[in-house]
Nanobody
Framework: QVQLVESGGGLAQPGESLRLSCVASGFAFKDYYLGWTRQAPGEGLEWVSGISGDGRNVWYADSVKGRFTVSRDNAQNMVYLQMNSLELADAALYHC?????????????WGPGTQVRVSS
């Protein structure tokens, strides 16, 4: 079955960096779009980033553009989210999400999430 497991969350100060990782199994990884979402306490789900199966097409929310970079390693079934210049507003539970062959937004599987805390 499809499994997604995130790691790399933790506590950072504003301006610092964190790198989130997501390892996937149970599907033809290179053929599928993947995405990252986040949800802060009391807030709705926010799409952060998406990446195509071959990694050539990427998308970012305006709130993270220029600070976050999404990438993937299809040989290792891994997707990454490099988060630089972290802000207090970036604190949230981050999830890796499996899309379909055409978009990251049609999600059929989620990972359990990794917590990112940003505090001075």
């Amino acid at each position: 079955q499809v499994q997604l497991v995130e790691s790399g969350g933790g506590l950072a100060q504003p301006g610092e960096s964190l790198r989130l990782s997501c390892v996937a199994s149970g599907f033809a990884f290179k053929d599928y779009y993947l995405g990252w979402t986040r949800q802060a306490p009391g807030e709705g789900l926010e799409w952060v980033s998406g990446i195509s199966g071959d990694g050539r097409n990427v998308w970012y929310a305006d709130s993270v553009k220029g600070r976050f970079t999404v990438s993937r390693d299809n040989a290792q079934n891994m997707v990454y989210l490099q988060m630089n210049s972290l802000e207090l507003a970036d604190a949230a539970l981050y999830h890796c999400a499996k899309g379909n062959r055409y978009t990251y937004r049609e999600v059929d599987s989620w990972g359990p999430g990794t917590q990112v805390r940003v505090s001075s």
